[in-house]
């Protein structure tokens, strides 16, 4: 796709100064703008089943108020309301009318697809001008040609997967994009890992595939582009480069910019939570370990072999078998340890309480600490004595991208020992279990995580992106927990910026809730607390399914519990046509067509289900919530967060576990009506939602529709009549 810069423009509705940097900047008109999307304007020109939402046009022009007044927005707009239009609008037209970017960020890959593929290319036509727009990835989607043309040349580190190599150069010779997502198989990790473009490894200008580089390309067009589409976790990336120094005048990740669109912004804690987190397992350590360094049989092989041979401190390589030897017996160390101190458990949290029994293991990873450490320094010491001119060999820029990683992992285990003092972070060890045929013989099947989380992110994300930004929009489906935002605004750092600079909005979904969906919750279900909860649902879930006539999403919070109740409805429905299906049968993305092309097929999920599965139609007639989703007590990071409200006085309850599970289920009863015309049930299995106080916050923010909180038996007779009829 080619796109062209136009910059004659829109017609404007004032100026607006920027007053720490003086800029003047042009108001985009309000009106006008909304004009676009309203009966008589281009829209309904150029699309024949227009309808007008004068949601969506409020929506709008409350965004293009953010746009002219530099408001961090927070705006809650329902499905339906369609909001991709009423964000890029607005956005188009400031990039175009003050020659500024404007990044739109989201959670889902599928969503950006959605506005690269049709949302924007149809913004274009609105509003009648060209308009620039690309969608980044972060660099290691790309296939670095340099690294590929090298691989050729170290063979021995594909063993056994040249054949996927060949296959990767291919491809390579004829894409446009260069892009992992248009390669028409799935390379594995390890291959795709050596051929990708790393910061570390690029040699810039220096390349000589910079020409034709893919990274390069993509980069060039943002730096002229209007709209840069990214996700969530690239944005952090570029934050996280901002803060640490490359400030926000020049390109870092990203180009400049000051302005950000969040659509799915429910999901930024999240996403900043996984993009700060640093966690270390055996695997990738001896992976890198083994890379660089590796002797069988006296004869070594590896990365240091190769710079050694270029270096003037060669002679130094001797060391690296005694050190590695000592990397691999203090790693065994802090396994043993790690597993000592889970016994039964499975995760287990580094703080006061527990300080005392994570002695042994501390003085194991402060060893690793030292070994790693060392043996980091060596790579270092003999990549340093290799002249200029040698510096292109592909075993210099391959040292470069491990040396990093072995260093952040040095600095990971340091912060380990120094957790007391790092009141910020949590630290927490987690025992995980291999697939089976990834056991080999005589290797442990078990294997331990090491992780540092941060405790909050709200001060990161008010001194990285509010307050630096001019104008920052957030939009979801599901912002509000209860009555307000308060709840999401802290957990961000929102709430920690200027009270005038932030704006709120409410943007009701236009469908016809009332006459589509039923809310049913059975009144004589046991609660979740109670031995015979997992019975009940196995007897209801298979007569629910019936009701429907399959059709059916059934959302857990419990794999164990999910895999029990779909034994026994497969048992119990053996005569049923429609497909009953699992969450880990197949890949999450096959499980979704088939569910949505099999009209009659039923679906048990947890997670990753319970947001972003948009199945508009029959195929899904009925949501089941088999649990409120409360996060489990045993997750580390959501207790030290708990810990940190108690502590200074607030309820961990009230203020973190409730607004939490109803942002989750706000999510899961999204699934239902994707489109005006779509008709369900949403049936929520555990009725502390009625018979306890705090259910209140998950019923407030229900759309108005038909609720029964009857008898099972009952509900079964009126789910059935109220989608067949
Ligand atoms: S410029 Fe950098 S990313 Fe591009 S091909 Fe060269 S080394 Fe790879």
Request: net charge negative; glycine share 6%; charged share 25%.
């Amino acid at each position: 796709m080619s796109f062209f810069y136009f910059c004659d423009i829109i017609k404007m509705g004032g100026d607006v100064e920027d007053s720490d940097e003086k800029v003047v900047y042009k108001k985009v008109n309000e009106l006008e703008a909304g004009g676009y999307i309203s009966q008589g304007g281009a829209l309904s020109k150029i699309s024949e089943a227009f309808e007008e939402r004068p949601v969506q046009v409020e929506l709008l022009e409350n965004i293009v108020k953010a746009f002219n007044e530099n408001k961090i927005a927070v705006f809650e707009a329902g499905t339906g309301v369609g909001k991709s239009y009423s964000y890029l609008i607005p956005s188009v037209l400031w990039a175009l009318v003050n020659h500024e970017k404007v990044i739109v960020s989201t959670g889902t890959i599928n969503l950006q697809q959605q506005l690269f593929e049709k949302d924007l290319p149809a913004v274009e036509r609105i509003v009648g001008k060209k308009v620039k727009y690309v969608l980044m990835k972060g660099r290691q989607n790309y296939i670095c040609m340099r690294r590929l043309s090298d691989a050729a040349s170290i063979l021995d580190l594909f063993e056994g997967e040249s054949e996927e190599l060949k296959r990767i150069a291919e491809w390579a010779q004829n894409s446009d994009t260069g892009s992992k997502s248009d390669l028409t198989f799935m390379p594995s990790e390890n291959v795709w890992s050596k051929v990708n473009s790393e910061s570390d490894a690029c040699m810039g200008k220096k390349c000589p595939f910079f020409g034709e580089c893919f990274v390069m390309k993509v980069r060039k067009e943002a730096a002229t582009a209007n709209i840069i589409i990214v996700n969530h976790h690239l944005l952090f990336a570029d934050i996280e480069s901002r803060l640490s120094g490359a400030g926000y005048e020049d390109a870092a990740v990203l180009p400049p910019y000051r302005r950000i669109v969040f659509d799915e912004a429910h999901g930024i804690e999240n996403a900043a939570t996984s993009f700060f987190s640093e966690s270390i397992t055996r695997f990738k350590l001896n992976k890198l370990i083994n890379q660089m360094y590796r002797r069988r049989k006296n004869s070594e092989s590896g990365h240091l072999c190769s710079l050694a041979i270029l270096s003037s401190n060669e002679e130094k390589a001797g060391e690296a078998f005694d050190l590695t030897n000592k990397i691999k017996l203090a790693l065994t160390n802090v396994e043993i340890a790690a597993k000592d101190l889970l016994f039964n458990d499975y995760t287990m949290r580094l703080y006061e309480a527990t300080a005392r029994n994570f002695g042994p293991f501390l003085v194991a990873v402060g060893e690793l600490s030292r070994a790693l450490g060392s043996f980091a320094d060596l790579i270092k010491l003999i990549m340093d004595g290799i002249d200029e001119d040698d510096k292109d060999a592909p075993c210099y820029w391959e040292s470069k991208i491990i040396l990093r990683l072995l260093y952040d992992y040095v600095i990971l285990l340091k912060n380990f020992c120094l957790w007391d003092e790092k009141k910020e972070d949590v630290f927490w060890i987690q025992k995980k279990r291999l697939p089976p045929d990834m056991v080999r013989d005589g290797s442990d099947a078990e294997f331990v995580i090491l992780t540092q989380t941060p405790l909050d992110i709200s001060h990161l994300m008010n001194e990285g992106v509010f307050e630096p930004m001019s104008t920052v929009v957030c939009t979801s489906a599901t912002l509000k927990t209860g009555r307000d935002f308060s709840y999401w605004m802290r957990r961000t750092g929102i709430s920690l910026s200027d009270e005038e600079r932030i704006i709120k909005g409410e943007f009701p979904s236009p469908f016809p809730y009332n006459k589509n969906m039923l809310f049913a919750v059975p009144s004589d279900a046991p609660l979740p607390d109670n031995i015979q909860f997992q019975q009940y649902i196995e007897m209801a879930l298979p007569r629910l399914i019936d009701a429907a006539a399959g059709r059916t999403l059934v959302l857990f919070t419990s794999y164990e519990s999910l895999k029990s109740a779909y034994q026994t409805s497969v048992a119990l429905l053996r005569g049923f046509s429609g497909r009953i299906m699992k969450q880990g049968d197949d890949d999450n993305s096959k499980l979704l067509d088939a569910f949505k092309k099999e009209k009659e097929s039923v679906l048990f999920a947890t997670d990753s289900f319970w947001q972003g599965v948009d199945i508009p139609g029959e195929s899904l007639s009925q949501v089941i919530i088999v649990k409120l989703p409360f996060t489990v007590p045993n997750d580390p990071v959501f207790v030290a967060r708990s810990e940190a409200i108690e502590k200074r006085g607030g309820s961990s309850f009230m203020e973190l576990s409730v607004p939490e599970a109803v942002i989750k289920f706000r999510q899961g009863i999204g699934r239902l009506i994707r489109r005006s015309d779509d008709k369900g049930a949403i049936v929520v299995l555990d009725r502390r939602i009625y018979e306890k106080k705090y259910g209140q916050v998950f019923l407030a923010n229900l759309p108005e529709c038909k609720r029964v909180y009857e008898p099972i038996s009952e509900l079964f007779r009126k789910i059935n009549s109220f989608i067949f009829n």
